[in-house]
């Protein structure tokens, strides 16, 4: 029987196409809640977006209430190559003002005495010490170096004394030279004029031996010759003097400004002593010299202030010839001087003029030459421009949304609506917004109350804020930038708090929860009691199809059988009557 099923297989009435049918009827309910849960789903996505712009709005306004917006400031010197750098900070007070620099503050320095190593030789007898192996600042080059004209060929080989010998040679016995170990210098003499150099010279002797005319005679050496060995332990550096103020396993120690550093004579270089200087806290800078073999301290901030040095005697500082004892002095800082505006004579440790140096508020003058320049400190519109135009574009574009989200237009066709139109809370809002640009602010210190007085309105006939006087807006900036502040920022009263308090509502204070969220969660609720009826009426449809087949197909079934019946009746033989006859 189950070949019944297949509609009008027995009757020849298609009811499984009435079935459908009457359940396409029944499915209207449905259908109108699908439809239903499509509108709310657009609903909350249009909410999504008008949240995404009411929180980008609460940003910008957020961005409206930094004290240090509208106190923003720039300098900028009248010379327009000027490597002089003004720094100011927020509130500094605006203003153009002369500085008039007439010195630069320089810093102190301890300079060491020269000739502080061993000389080259130990006697005058120089005829063991090679050119490659003399202990000065730069190593001598092989070639040819000009004395008189003359040319002398050293190679690097060579003694000193050989090169005494080729010079002697060269000019014919006219120069000699000798080396004197007590000064640790060279000395070239002659009868007449010396004329070292010449354009094509290829050896550095003369450079290296500190040989340079004078228009005599002789010609001496301009300072000692040897040089310390900057890398090697310090007992082993070629220092002239020993270092005795030590222990018996070498340590030592001298103050800086204070500040203590050790050493080991055994285990420290030059080097290292330099490093560790240059890394303490004692505000102090060394370096060494190998051309004028001489070590330097100088402190780290400029101006007329000391440089404090002590050790024991026989200490490193006195052998790196650093101490007075040991030919070293104090060149003192100076500071330094300026004028503004035409007045009195300043004085300036630093060469950066800060405020409390010459009374402008809030402005920091870093000058790097003496001269005469104009420094003038305005209100940074930039960034408050751009602050005041992002709030106007995020402004304009929740209320583009919500015009868009919830027009309805009427036309020969009929009404169409949005996606929004229903929604008047969110219509209101709109309007909120609009009344909160608009009006007065009140309890604010200043003249500044409204937008408008910043050159701030409506654009006629629309929703949608725009800077209507721009000269308006800069002149409020450049000049009355306290009173803009006030207005922006003042605590729970001004524009700020007034937006941030009915953005809260909408968007929640930390972009969650308020008004909008509420209507999606609404929205989200509905639609889930929408799939909850769906599922009850697609139950009951599915039961009220089971009910109309199982009659269609007992139909079906009864009509087989009758079928069945009536071919059974019908191959039933006739009989014919019988006649009877009379006699």
Do not use: C
């Not at 409206?64 to 509208?70: H, V």
């Not at 505000?283 to 404090?308: E, K, P, Q």
């Not at 909120?432 to 408008?452: D, H, K, M, P, W």
């Not at 509420?518 to 009426?537: C, F, M, R, V």
Request: aromatic content about 4%; glycine content about 8%.
């Amino acid at each position: 029987m189950a070949g019944l099923q297949l509609a009008g297989l027995a009757s020849g009435f298609d009811w499984k196409s009435l079935v459908d049918s009457l359940m396409s009827l029944e499915r209207v309910p449905i259908q109108r809640l699908e439809t239903e849960q499509v509108t709310n789903i657009r609903r909350n996505n249009a909410l999504t977006e008008l949240g995404t712009r009411l929180k980008a709005l609460k940003t910008a306004n957020n961005a409206l209430n930094d004290s240090d917006l509208f106190n923003a400031r720039s300098a900028s010197s009248s010379t327009s190559d000027s490597t002089w750098d003004p720094a100011v900070i927020a509130g500094a007070t605006t203003g153009t003002h002369t500085f008039n620099v007439t010195r630069l503050a320089t810093a102190a320095s301890q300079r060491g005495a020269a000739d502080v190593a061993d000389g080259i030789a130990a006697s005058t007898d120089v005829s063991g010490v090679t050119l490659a192996a003399m202990p000065t600042a730069t190593a001598v080059s092989a070639g040819t170096f000009t004395v008189n004209g003359a040319q002398v060929t050293i190679a690097t080989t060579d003694s000193l004394q050989d090169v005494f010998d080729a010079i002697s040679t060269a000019t014919g016995g006219d120069v000699t030279a000798a080396y004197d170990n007590v000064t640790d210098t060279i000395t070239l003499s002659s009868a007449s004029e010396i004329v070292l150099g010449a354009a094509n010279d290829t050896s550095n002797f003369l450079t290296v031996a500190k040989l340079a005319n004078n228009g005599t005679g002789t010609v001496t050496s301009s300072n000692g010759l040897g040089t310390v060995d900057t890398d090697a332990a310090l007992v082993d550096a070629r220092l002239k003097s020993a270092i005795t103020a030590v222990d018996g396993s070498g340590n030592g120690s001298f103050s800086l400004n204070g500040v203590a550093i050790d050493y080991n004579v055994n285990d420290d270089s030059i080097t290292d002593i330099i490093a560790r200087i240059n890394a303490s806290d004692a505000g102090v800078t060394a370096a060494y010299d190998s051309a004028a073999d001489r070590m330097t301290l100088t402190n780290d901030r400029t101006g007329d202030i000391g440089l404090g040095l002590s050790e024991s005697a026989g200490g490193l500082l006195g052998a790196l010839g650093l101490t007075a004892a040991a030919g070293g002095s104090l060149q003192r800082g100076v500071n330094a001087e300026f004028t503004i505006d035409g007045g009195s004579t300043i004085t300036s440790t630093s060469n950066t003029l800060t405020a409390d140096v010459h009374g402008v508020t809030g402005l920091d003058l870093t000058v790097d030459s003496t001269g005469s320049q104009d420094i003038s400190v305005k209100a940074n519109t930039t960034e408050m421009k751009n602050a005041i135009n992002e709030f106007i574009t995020r402004f304009n574009a929740v209320q583009s949304y919500i015009d868009d989200a919830t027009r309805i237009t009427t036309s020969s066709s009929g009404v169409s609506t949005s996606t929004l139109s229903s929604n008047r809370e969110i219509q209101d809002w709109a309007r909120q917004l609009r009344g909160y640009a608009f009006s007065e602010i009140s309890g604010v210190s200043g003249s500044i109350t409204r937008l408008e007085k910043l050159g701030i309105d409506f654009t006629s006939s629309t929703s949608s804020l725009s800077i209507s006087d721009a000269s308006k807006l800069d002149d409020a900036l450049n000049n009355n930038a306290e009173d803009v502040a006030a207005f922006f920022t003042t605590a729970d009263t001004g524009f700020f708090a007034r937006f941030d308090t009915l953005l809260d509502n909408y968007v929640g204070d930390d972009g969650n929860g308020g008004y909008l969220e509420d209507q999606q969660t609404a929205l989200t609720d509905a639609n889930k009691s929408i799939d909850q009826q769906i599922e009850d009426a697609e139950r009951r449809l599915e039961q009220r199809r089971a009910v109309l087949e199982a009659g269609f197909i007992a139909m079906e079934q009864a009509q087989q059988q009758l079928q069945t019946m009536a071919q059974q009746i019908s191959s039933i033989p006739s009989i014919a009557p019988t006649t009877s006859s009379k006699s």
